[in-house]
């Protein structure tokens, strides 16, 4: 049925030796340097820098819960072939607890983007409707929960690294048993911690509108971000012999199909959603859309359905571009950076000042975007690129697609 | 009438899987062309050792699939807007948002029945009448029996040299299948 | 070979094999199949019921489900005769009975393609054993959903108006409404599932056209297996075909209860229209569909002598997949109730209310009980391979998806915007009828169906068998792990 697989021979010893980490300090400086900038040219409109400041902030965190879904979702179904990149995603979900500090300034500065923190600005009928509210967005418990969520992710990040990590060297099947058995009710809350990060934090900027669909939409977006995130390390470091031992075309296949298909799921969720407000056409909901189908921000929602979805689905619909590392990079490259597109959307447009100039923003995201993957790498390089001591490992291996 | 027989070819039975598999990749090599290999279930890497180019459904498929969501979305940009435009709660006669649940299932349809015309036509199904199903033996092939079956059309084939390396090749029984002709 | 072994160990009562089923989860899997078996078992175990007179409890059932279908055939003939008032539907529940139980239907038959579907592209080799049952029971479930909206329009001698065809008034259908979208969407999802369960069951049609002794079977499987020879050209086409119509059918089940649920999220009302519905839905089918698959199965495999085929293991992997899903529905329930509140809309924070202490309150809080309760057994791997257990949990799964379709679509319509406009429902003796009558229709076809059709998918499970691997498989991997499922 399949060309002749390959049997690699992983080579441990790569996998294991890590060359100097001053990149990735470097990486990290300059992404700190860049926020730096982004605040010092922002700094006369605070409410865009915040706004610029929320996107990164978001996009960077959307990336390493990205990882930690792959890595939770892989341990909870048992999944074998995923085994061999697994370590990438544990890493990318292992810079999580990074994401406490960088939300201080979005602690400091909330009031400046989210209106319902001012009711005193709005006309009467939505003041009744903050009041409302209240008991759910007031400042402190806005804050309290952020944090209970900024820390549950970083728990849950770098226990399930530290664990997979702790066992490439003295491999025990307990531990691999009860990552599975946790990984399970992680997933449950995971799901209720995104789904009340995304309605505080997106749709609350928008504090009269309202849409059930909203936890499942910023999932929707996290998910391909996870496995992007998995595919572009995987191919480099095929590429440059460290993984080639245990990265081949079956594994690249399976990360595309998974992309593939978590693309289509986005496309089905963001459309169900656009099409349910179009049709009802309620103006309480309507207004959310309102505001991104006209003027400027029209060329934005014509860009993202075709970045995030149109696209990239009849390119990864071949079998040959899932298979070939340049091109499956290529899509996912284009993916992380839809998604930039997609956090940018969700959140611009409701804000009171807009993100600000283009530099600005530039300068705020490349920062966190830095950020991120010198943490990611740093991480990456405190143990083995591939977990040795999972039992399915040599499963993992030896795998071939359908 | 009189009916003359004439060899329609081998029917070779082996023990299983694996020495069908090597049995294949030998005829392979050896540039046999009108023959088959024919088992219960899909045996994995066959198509390898048969020198199989891979199959061509998946471009039927993609075509009537890609047909069939345009045609959805003709029909009903057709009927919404030129046949019998009705105004729905102001909504525009266009209404693409509405017809895409619609476009995506006949596509689907389209899809499906690409595949299924596909898997059909390249297997030259349905043949109700074959030649290999006068063999008794062959009863078994949906059972647990693995069969090769060389024609005599084959340049290759040679009534003498043939059966014998069959079961040099691991055959645990080979017969002649004869066509039946009527003059 | 496979740890834990074959030999027989007597366990509890119900409690049948769940010894050999906790295998070390990680270090080795357990086997799919129990027992040596050759390919020729699998053969005869399946063939078998096909071919011998039925037993005793097969009578029973079909006579039950006869009588159960003669019920609905009535039903649908006085219903034709009087009309639709002899429902319960009437202002302001203009939708009683008919849509649930469509939306009913149609979700069992979710679970169908997502085992034959879904879990073939997820490489879910356990499948094998269920997935052509499954499919059957996709096909019937999709037969009595699709009778409901055909039978429940006030004039359904001309229900042909729904298709677009060209006719003498000039007119045509309406394709901005969610109830033509279903139209299309449920009739293609009953042809597509219809054309895999029909490819999938060429080889097996052949299987059984090559044993038939009387000529009148080998004629009636002969015609249906098209000729069928096992021959590799064949397979390959047949595997690509198998693979790209699973390929096609997950994004439909997706998209088909996604339409039904636009049903109803398409509307302006508090309690439809939600955002979240159509992956909820898509949930609740795959949730009660897997159920009912559930409770099949445990009844099929000691009923037909499968237990060797259709073990504990396939019993664990079900009962997490009920589990999962039942999450998900719960998921959506707790994301509806807080921003019906958050969205401080009068009419959604009433709703909310009225459902949980109005006069359907008993059938919210029983729903609740079934859809989120009773699912919380399956964390426990003890519950999710007991035979009783399972039956009996599955079969509140589907009483309580049964009463979810009631919840949404009974309270959301008694009591709406205007309270002038307040009212009860209250079901007829016919629409209590019709729904046990769809039962009928759906039981007797699957008793047809396990008597005259083979309810494991042969060439698929000998596939999977260890005998089936090629040394490209085995090459580096131990015996003891030759062969497990994915």
């Known amino acids: 049925m399949t060309a002749a697989h390959q049997h690699p021979e992983l080579d441990k010893d790569i996998v294991r030796k890590h060359d100097s980490p001053m990149r990735s300090y470097m990486v990290l400086a300059i992404g700190v340097a860049a926020l730096l900038l982004g605040w010092l040219f922002g700094r006369q409109a605070p409410g865009s820098w915040l706004t610029a400041y929320l996107v990164g902030f978001v996009y960077a965190l959307t990336l390493a819960l990205g990882g930690l879904f792959f890595t939770l979702l892989h341990h909870a179904c048992r999944a074998s072939w995923a085994v061999s990149v697994r370590r990438l995603a544990e890493a990318a979900g292992a810079t999580l607890p990074l994401f406490l500090p960088l939300f201080v300034p979005i602690a400091l500065g909330y009031r400046r983007i989210y209106a319902w923190t001012n009711p005193q600005n709005a006309n009467p009928a939505m003041q009744e409707l903050l009041a409302h509210k209240a008991p759910y967005l007031n400042g402190p418990w806005f804050l309290t929960r952020s944090v209970i969520y900024l820390l549950i992710w970083a728990w849950m990040g770098w226990w399930f690294w530290r664990r997979s990590v702790g066992e490439d060297d003295t491999p025990d099947p307990a531990v691999a048993r009860r990552l599975r058995t946790i990984s399970a009710p992680a997933l449950v809350v995971f799901a209720l911690t995104i789904n009340f990060a995304a309605i505080d934090w997106i749709m609350s900027l928008a504090p009269s509108w309202f849409s059930t669909m909203v936890g499942v939409y910023f999932f929707a977006g996290i998910a391909p971000a996870g496995f992007a995130l998995v595919a572009v390390p995987a191919v480099i470091l095929r590429r440059r012999g460290v993984l080639s031992g245990a990265v081949t075309d079956e594994h690249l296949h399976d990360l595309g199909k998974m992309l593939f298909a978590w693309i289509v799921f986005w496309g089905y969720i963001a459309f169900s959603q656009f099409m349910l407000i179009w049709y009802a056409n309620i103006p309480e909901e309507t207004k959310w859309y309102a505001t991104r189908l006209n003027g400027t921000w029209l060329d934005v929602t014509v860009a993202l359905a075709f970045a995030h979805f149109i696209l990239p689905f009849f390119f990864l619909l071949s079998r040959k571009t899932k298979r070939n590392g340049v091109t499956l990079a290529a899509a996912a490259i284009w993916m992380l950076l839809a998604h930039l597109l997609d956090v940018f959307w969700l959140i611009a447009p409701s804000t009171p000042d807009g993100a600000g100039g283009p530099i600005g923003l530039a300068l705020t995201v490349l920062g966190f975007a830095a950020i991120f993957f010198g943490a990611f790498a740093l991480a990456a390089r405190r143990a083995a690129l591939v977990p040795l001591g999972d039992p399915r490992l040599q499963e993992s291996l030896e795998f071939e697609t359908v | ?183 | ?486």
């Open chain 3, 1 to 486: 070979m496979i740890r834990a072994g074959l030999t027989s160990r007597p366990g509890r009562p119900g409690e049948l094999m769940a010894e050999r089923v906790d295998i070390d989860p990680i270090q080795g899997r357990a086997p799919l199949i129990e027992g040596a078996a050759t390919f020729h078992d699998i053969t005869e175990t399946v063939a078998r019921p096909v071919e011998w007179k039925p037993p005793l409890g097969w009578w029973l059932v079909f006579g039950v489900s006869v009588s159960l279908l003669a019920l609905f055939l009535v039903s649908i003939a006085w219903l034709f005769w009087e009309g639709v008032g002899v429902w319960g539907n009437n202002v302001p529940v203009a939708w009683g009975f008919p849509i649930i139980n469509f939306v009913f239907w149609v979700g069992i038959g979710h679970a169908g393609t997502l085992i034959s579907a879904i879990l073939f592209l997820l490489r879910q080799r356990w499948r094998t054993s269920i997935n052509r049952a499954a499919e059957a029971m996709t096909i019937f479930a999709v037969m009595c959903a699709l009778i409901f909206p055909g039978i429940h329009v006030g004039r359904p001698w001309v229900a042909y108006w729904l298709a677009p065809l060209p006719n003498q008034m000039g007119t045509w259908p309406q394709f901005r409404s969610p109830l033509m979208w279903d139209v299309f969407a449920v009739s293609i999802y009953g042809t597509v599932s219809l054309i895999f369960w029909y490819v999938g069951m060429i080889p097996d049609l052949a299987t059984l056209r090559d044993r038939a002794k009387r000529l009148v079977r080998k004629r009636v499987y002969g015609f249906f297996a098209l000729g069928w020879r096992g021959s590799n050209r064949q397979w390959s086409h047949y595997e690509k075909a198998y693979l790209l119509l699973a390929g096609l059918a997950t994004p439909l089940v997706l998209s088909v209860h996604s339409v039904v649920s636009f049903d109803f999220a398409v509307a302006q009302l508090p309690g439809w229209h939600s955002t979240i519905f159509p992956p909820y839905f898509v949930a609740g089918a795959i949730f009660s569909g897997m159920a009912m698959v559930v409770t099949l199965m445990v009844i099929c495999r000691v009923a037909f002598g499968l237990k060797r085929l259709i073990t504990p293991l396939h019993f664990d992997r079900m009962a997490k997949l009920i589990l999962l899903t039942g999450s998900m529905v719960a998921f959506a329930y707790v994301t509806e109730l807080f921003i019906a509140w958050y969205s401080g809309n009068l009419f959604e924070m009433f709703t909310a209310r009225n459902r949980a202490l109005g006069p359907y309150a008993h059938a919210y809080w029983l729903m609740m009980f079934c859809n989120m309760a009773v699912p919380q057994i399956f964390w426990f791997r003890k519950a999710r391979v007991h035979m009783p257990t399972l039956f009996v949990a599955s079969i509140l799964v589907n009483v309580g998806m049964w009463l979810e379709r009631f919840v949404i679509v009974v309270t959301s319509l008694h009591r709406d915007f205007l309270p002038a406009n307040w009212g009860l429902f209250k079901p007829t003796f016919w629409d209590i009828a019709t729904l046990a009558g769809s039962f009928g229709l759906f039981f007797t076809m699957f008793c047809l169906f396990v008597r005259f059709m083979p309810m494991v998918a042969m060439s698929e499970v000998k596939g999977v068998l260890p005998e089936a691997q090629t040394d490209e498989e085995t090459a580096a991997v131990p015996a003891s792990e030759a062969w497990q499922e994915s």
């Open chain 2, 1 to 183: 009438m009189e009916r003359s027989s004439s060899p329609y070819g081998l029917l070779a039975r082996f023990r299983g899987p694996e020495p069908l598999l090597t049995a294949a990749r030998a005829l392979r090599d050896a540039g046999f062309k009108n023959w088959d290999t024919h088992t219960p279930f899909p045996v994995h890497g066959m198509d390898d050792a048969m020198g199989l180019k891979p199959s061509r459904v998946p471009l039927f498929v993609l075509v009537l699939g890609l047909g069939g969501a345009a045609a959805g979305m003709l029909l009903q940009w057709w009927v919404s807007v030129r046949a019998y435009p009705l105004t729905i709660s102001g909504k525009p006669f266009f209404s693409w948002p509405a017809f895409v649940p619609i476009m995506f299932e006949v596509g689907v349809l389209g899809g499906a029945t690409g595949a299924v015309l596909g898997f059909l036509g390249l297997s030259k199904l349905p043949r109700h009448h074959h030649e290999l199903f006068s063999s008794a033996a062959f009863e078994h092939v949906t059972d647990d029996g693995f069969f090769v079956s060389i024609e005599a059309s084959d340049p290759q084939f040679d009534a003498d040299v043939t059966p014998e390396m069959l079961r040099r090749l691991g055959a645990v029984d080979v017969e002649t299948v004869m066509t039946e002709e009527s003059t």
